[in-house]
């Protein structure tokens, strides 16, 4: 395994705040043709739902999103800290 995906608190929590993001949206379309306002979930709430109904379809999909976006996390923080220059340690 690479070492950038091997867990630790940065990735998880990053992970975990884009994950409670709403950034699934829907529309409601009326029968008259026009379209409602747009509704937005948050992912952690369709995977928690999904895995109340046993709906496993769906359920396994929103894991899937969740390994998606820990990889995609992951790969940004490694870039950052290898971006950032290491501090020095100071010499006493």
Same mark, same amino acid.
Request: aromatic content about 10%.
């Given at each position: 395994?690479? !070492?950038?995906? !091997?867990?630790?608190? *940065?990735?998880?929590?990053? @992970? %975990?705040? *884009? ?11 009326? &029968?008259?043709? @026009?379209?409602?306002?747009?509704? /937005? ?16 379809? $769906? /359920?396994? %999909? ?10 995609? +996390?992951? *790969? *940004? +923080? $490694?870039?950052? %800290?290898? %971006?950032? &220059?290491?501090? !020095?340690?100071? !010499?006493?």
């Amino acid at each position: 395994m690479p !070492k950038f995906l !091997k867990p630790n608190w *940065v990735n998880i929590i990053a @992970t %975990l705040i *884009v994950f409670s993001l709403p950034f699934i949206g829907e529309r409601a379309r009326l &029968p008259d043709g @026009t379209i409602t306002e747009t509704v /937005f979930y948050r992912p952690i709430l369709l995977l928690v739902t999904y895995l109340q109904m046993q709906e496993w379809q $769906a /359920f396994l %999909l929103m894991s899937g999103l969740l390994l998606v976006i820990y990889i995609a +996390v992951s *790969v *940004v +923080v $490694a870039l950052i %800290l290898k %971006l950032l &220059p290491k501090s !020095k340690k100071n !010499k006493v």
